[in-house]
């Protein structure tokens, strides 16, 4: 299912890229700085249960043009409870909570290489270096003691597509293959621990953000 989004997202990128350019050289305008989230990472992430999104992510992306050929992105994310699950349900059986509350944050860095001929940075395709380290907790509200802590860190190379345009929308792609790390601690009984164990793997990162550019 990921690989589908990511050729449906490079392919919208592709058809789009043409008139982006022309609307781009008409208008004369240049852009440097963008700023840019999604929304969507509210449904889930950057922690789950195999296929089940344990936290939500609030995040918000800015980048700067250094050069004509290369960008600094940074990001900084809230990390709060998944708006689409409950997670009284991954409690252990037997368990006596009642709720549970999730607080934590992320931070992110690219550095993007663009690579496309006629358009200058922050616009057009790139690669370069990701980097993400992510921490979270998860308590019981009825008892601190009974807790997970999680934390993911990933160091990723990655190809992207980033579309301005001459209204200063910005849509920014990107794909690729890293490592990520993760790793879980789990305190009392009231969440099952065979269900947050730590893991090192390879990993093929994806995103997509909305945003403005100036």
Known sequence: MKKLFVLFFISVA???????????????????????TNPLSALGGPFWVVVIPVTGEY???LESAVSKKS???????YIGPSILVNLDELTSE???VSGV?????????????????DLQAPEGFY?????????????????ENDKITGTKLHINGVIGYQMI?????TLDIFTGMGFV??????????????????KNSVAIPFGVSFGYAF
């Not at 509350?101 to 690579?115: E, L, P, S």
């Not at 345009?165 to 929308?169: C, L, Q, R």
């Open 59 to 61: 995040k918000v992306f």
């Open 14 to 36: 592709l058809l789009f890229a043409s008139q982006t350019v022309q609307s781009q050289e008409a208008s004369g305008k240049e852009y440097k700085f963008t700023i840019k």
């Open 101 to 117: 509350k999730t607080g934590g944050f992320r931070g992110q860095a690219w550095y993007k290489m663009f690579i496309s001929r």
């Open 165 to 169: 345009t001459s209204g200063g929308f």
């Open 127 to 143: 690669i370069g270096p990701h980097f993400s380290y992510a921490t979270a907790t998860i308590k019981s509200k009825d008892n």
């Open 71 to 77: 960008s600094i992105q940074v990001g900084a994310s």
């Open 94 to 96: 037997g368990g006596e």
């Open 181 to 198: 790390s993760r790793k879980y601690t789990v305190s009392g009984t009231s969440f099952d621990q065979e269900e947050f164990k730590s």
